[in-house]
């Protein structure tokens, strides 16, 4: 994946708005989309401080629900999808522990994007964990473009 397409997506898919009405909305929208594929994935929205939204679908294991906790961790540090992060990485032939990141409570594996609110910024990290990290990503984003670019 091309890390300037991922940065463009970043920068696109940001709310103007959002709160507690705004993740479910997202939450509910991303485990339908997880459904139509049959995907056993874990779906997470968060702040900092506080879980918006959660949902397991059937199949996922209690794994995928503490990779999205370390996938989450690594959006709310770097403010950049977990995606792109690792991406990164592997171009520069570099990993987590290069960076001083413990993979105990980080991973940067795709599935977790940056929840941004126009003029704010990142408030949260939205995940999706079961998928292989591309499929993750992918997942997120079409349900972002749909919700934020074409309002459905």
């Known amino acids: 994946m091309d890390l ?3 940065a463009r997506q970043e920068e696109t898919l940001v709310f103007e708005g959002f709160d507690e ?3 479910w909305m997202l939450g509910t ?3 339908e989309a997880a ?3 049959n995907a056993p994935v874990v ?4 702040t900092p401080n506080r879980t918006l939204f959660h949902a397991a679908l059937p199949g996922a294991v209690p794994a995928n629900d503490e990779w999205a906790r370390r996938k989450s ?3 709310l540090r770097e403010h950049q999808s ?3 992060f690792g991406i990164a990485l592997k171009a520069k032939h570099k990993g987590l522990v290069d960076h001083g990141i413990d993979f105990a409570d980080y991973a940067d594996h795709g599935g977790s994007f940056p929840l941004r609110v126009k003029n704010v910024g990142v408030i949260g990290a939205i995940t999706v964990s079961g998928l292989a990290s591309a499929e993750d990503h992918a997942l997120i984003v079409e349900v972002l473009e749909r919700i934020i670019l074409f309002k459905c």
Do not use: F, P
């Open 4 to 6: 300037e397409l991922l």
């Open 21 to 23: 009405n705004t993740a």
């Open 29 to 31: 929208a991303l485990v």
């Open 35 to 37: 459904r139509v594929r």
């Open 43 to 46: 779906v997470n929205i968060r």
């Open 73 to 75: 961790n690594l959006v």
């Open 82 to 84: 977990s995606y792109r």
